[in-house]
């Protein structure tokens, strides 16, 4: 672990990139970002960003170390520090297409930095792209954990834009897949978090823009097919923590009450999925959330993140036992 260049952020975060081959737009990256514990335990935790999003928040790194787990953050394929000039913004045909550096990434973690526990934290897209590869992945018991941060199981519209409309767009977007759809993203919840406007968050527009990338018919389609496969039911055998807002909001304009909902999703779509995720699923729901949890206000982030403590205490932390000799070791 810590191979390859100081990061963005600068030190103690590096960051390597990892090589895909090509697709029909040229060479494709992904990029892991890395942070070590000061006493680690053989734990890592991988986090992996959403749509229109990388991974910048080091308060979220912060929570992670300082309990002993390693973190790593991976930027997607054409998203943040992997997008490339020529490349269409955070563009996929299939959200199979992600598996390669997911696989690599916990070939790296696990093989060679030799954790022996993995945590996957997934947010909002990302939270739907780790729920499927860890199903997936599961005989190869790859995944230990999955915390799910406001996971994109449904789109937020009425149901005759969810189904009909949807699977029109789909087959359009198998014949045209990069055609841009007239669905702008809105452009509230931006405002509410970036700091030159009404929030308190620094990040690169360039890679997360207040207005979005366009929104492209082929990944449209890629997302229906993998929400159709997670709405059919998952056999996730790792403990799950799915955590959202109490709310949602749905205004295209700015209101306070948008600092304290989910202004991307319709909650309730998660919590009526989750329990369709494996057999061990725990729902969280947070007064005051924001779509991205670990961006709320202060005291919001304050119950998140000791409710995902206490979640880790239950299930993914073994307890110590004293030897023989009065040292200490993880009981079996």
């Known amino acids: 672990m810590g191979d390859g260049e100081v990061d963005v952020l600068g030190t103690p975060y590096h960051s390597r990139v990892i090589d895909l081959g090509h697709d029909d737009e040229g060479p494709v990256v992904a990029t892991l970002v890395s942070r070590r514990a000061q006493v680690p335990a053989g734990r890592a935790v991988l986090y992996v960003h959403g749509f229109v999003d990388y991974f910048f928040q080091t308060h979220l790194a912060d929570f992670y170390t300082e309990r002993g787990w390693d973190f790593y953050a991976l930027d997607l394929r054409k998203y943040g520090r992997s997008l490339r000039p020529y490349q269409t913004p955070n563009f996929c045909h299939s959200l199979t297409d992600y598996y390669p550096e997911l696989d690599a990434a916990a070939a790296i973690i696990r093989d060679e930095d030799g954790h022996d526990t993995l945590l996957v934290n997934g947010h909002s897209t990302g ?43 789909a087959r359009v977007g198998r014949a045209r897949p990069r055609r841009i759809v007239p669905l702008a993203l809105s452009p509230v919840y931006g405002q509410t978090l970036h700091a030159e406007q009404r929030g308190e968050w620094t990040y690169d527009l360039a890679w997360k823009p207040l207005l979005g990338f366009p929104v ?29 807002s109490v709310r949602s909001f749905r205004g295209v304009t700015w209101h306070e009450a948008a600092t304290l909902a989910d202004a991307v999703l319709n909650v309730e779509h998660m919590v009526r999925w989750a329990p369709g995720l494996g057999p061990h699923v725990t729902v969280v729901r947070i007064d005051g959330g924001m779509h991205d949890l670990t961006l709320s206000g202060p005291a919001v982030r304050t119950r998140v993140f000791d409710e995902l403590d206490r979640w880790m205490s239950a299930y993914m932390e073994r307890p110590l036992r004293i030897d023989e000799a009065g040292g200490t070791a993880e009981a079996a």
């Open 127 to 169: 939270g739907l792209i780790t729920s499927l590869w860890s199903h997936d992945r599961r005989d190869r018991r790859l995944v230990d954990g999955l915390f799910l941060n406001s996971p994109f199981f449904d789109f937020n519209t009425r149901w005759v834009m969810r189904r009909p409309v949807a699977a029109a767009v």
């Open 216 to 244: 492209r018919a082929g990944w449209l389609a890629a997302i229906r097919e993998a929400q159709q496969r997670l709405r059919a039911g998952l056999a996730i055998p790792a403990p799950v923590l799915l955590a959202c």
